[in-house]
């Protein structure tokens, strides 16, 4: 039984190897006015990253747990049934989530493991980077490098958690990662060296090329890094300090952190601040968060407003846009491509979360752009990632089960079936709105970048979302069964103050996966 469990396994690796490595040249984008939709049969899923071959990750369900999954072509892989999640003796939880995935097919994300800790066995999250490039090995029992845990900055029994939550085709990795057990959590940045991810010369388990992105001031303990591009110019979060009340955890703005001379980290003054780390600002409100940067150095992300709304933004040249709703009260920007389109999610004046675009700085809602023609069961909630084809991917609400989708450019010849319908239904005096017009909602979210995935593996007492994603006034777990942030909570934020949790990964994975088993 077991030769023959391991021989299904490495069939599926090889099988899953051959589409990852088929490549195809990218056509030309063309500025989106209607998309074909493809969604993916897994339930209760999200896609979180597309790269311009066309790949795509995320996490379905599979028996009640989260599985790393990978679409191309519709044929979905789930990544636990590859060689190097299921022969290795890395990750052994059976739980993972992929975040990015690069043009070369790099993949990264959080996985759980099991570690002795003396006394007890304690379940953790730690970022990993799967690598396609070294898949030849698929016949022995230990991969080496192709799967890499880059676990934290302390001991693992006592800094536990980390994610990698973007990786750039130059291959830079970033995410967050426990500093100690104290509650902090700083922003990370990794490139190898020589081929090698994860060097530890003192055998200490933390990663000597695992550089710590800092704070924004001296008195905050966390920061994240949500995105990276091919300069290594680093976005994300940063919590700072109220000089009025001394709180060190009172808001936290978006931060742009530009390499100087191959150093990400400069502290001239020796005063315990990234000199590199630039605070960009927010809205008019108290909080912001980078959340995706394009190789123009565009950063894209969501901010609070003067009244405590959270509106989607696009930063460039030292200037925050606000770019605004659907008609509701809050949107937030999660994605730019080369050609600047951005997507994300806004309200409309129903209040209802509606998966959003912006082209020229003009919002659209996606669910209006879809092909007459095509029978779609889920409205859109939210659109997380598009890449240079101006292919988009997230998730849709089908009966308050998550399902993954992929938009792609409509054809000439879809466009014109889908005018010819729309014809037909306005002669008939039907209505051409499109298919999704049940009126299902998303929600809307409460912000705060700790406990960022909602689900069910723990609970973290912070300010509590709206819609299918709320457990009340707790918010429980990374994705659908991931666990949460620590427990700090988000002082003066008001409450008024709202926005998205949606970030995969950002500390969406911590605290409740710090258990005893």
Known sequence: MQASTTLSRTLVAITFVAGWLTFATPTAAQTPTLFSTTEFDETNGRAYGINNIGQVIGYASTEGTNHSFHWLNEVATDLHGTVHFSLDQIFTANYSEAYAISNGGQIVGTARTVIDCGDEMWTISNAFLLRPGV??????????????????????????????????????????????GGGTVHAFLVTPVNGVWFVDADADFVNDIMIDLGTLD???????????????????????????????????????????????????????????????????????????????????????TATRNTHAFLWENGTMT????????????????????????????????????????????????????????????EARDINDDNEIVGWGDESTILKA????????????????????????????????????????????????????????????????????????????????????????????????????????LRGATRRRN
């Open 405 to 508: 989708y992929l938009l792609k450019v409509a054809t000439d010849a879809q466009i014109a079936e889908h005018e010819s319908l729309v014809e037909q239904r306005n002669d008939s005096g039907g209505s051409s709105g499109g298919s999704n017009d049940d009126g299902r909602s998303g929600g809307s979210s409460d912000l705060t970048p700790i406990g960022s995935e909602p689900g069910t593996g723990g609970t973290n007492q912070v300010p509590a979302q709206t819609g299918s994603e709320t457990d009340g006034n707790v918010v429980t777990g990374g994705g659908s069964g991931g666990a949460t942030g620590p427990n700090f909570g988000l002082c003066g934020a008001g409450s008024g103050f709202a926005m998205t949790l949606t970030l995969a990964g950002l500390l969406g």
């Open 135 to 180: 898949l030849s090995d698929l016949g022995t029992p230990f991969p080496g490098d192709a799967l890499t845990n880059f676990w934290t900055f302390g001991n693992p029994c006592f800094a536990h958690d980390s994610a990698a939550t973007d990786v750039s085709n130059a291959n830079h990795v970033v995410g967050w990662a426990d500093v100690d």
């Open 322 to 381: 606000d770019l605004g709703t659907l008609g509701g009260a809050n949107s937030s920007a999660s994605a730019i491509n080369e050609d600047g389109i951005i997507v994300g999610w806004a309200e409309n004046e129903n209040g209802e979360r509606r998966a959003a675009i912006w082209i020229n700085g003009e919002i659209s809602d996606l669910n209006d752009m879809l092909l007459a023609q095509q029978k779609v069961k889920s409205d859109l909630m």
């Open 218 to 304: 001296n008195l905050s303990v966390v920061s994240s890094a949500t995105a990276v591009n091919d300069n290594g110019v680093v976005t994300g979060y940063s919590y700072i300090s109220d000089q009025n009340t001394f709180n060190a955890q009172s808001s936290f703005h978006a931060f742009r952190v530009a390499p100087q001379g191959g150093q990400w980290f400069v502290d001239a003054n020796a005063d315990n601040v990234n000199d590199l780390m630039q605070d960009i600002g927010t809205l008019g409100g108290n909080n912001s968060w980078g959340r995706d940067i394009n190789n123009a150095g565009q950063i894209v992300g969501e901010s609070t």
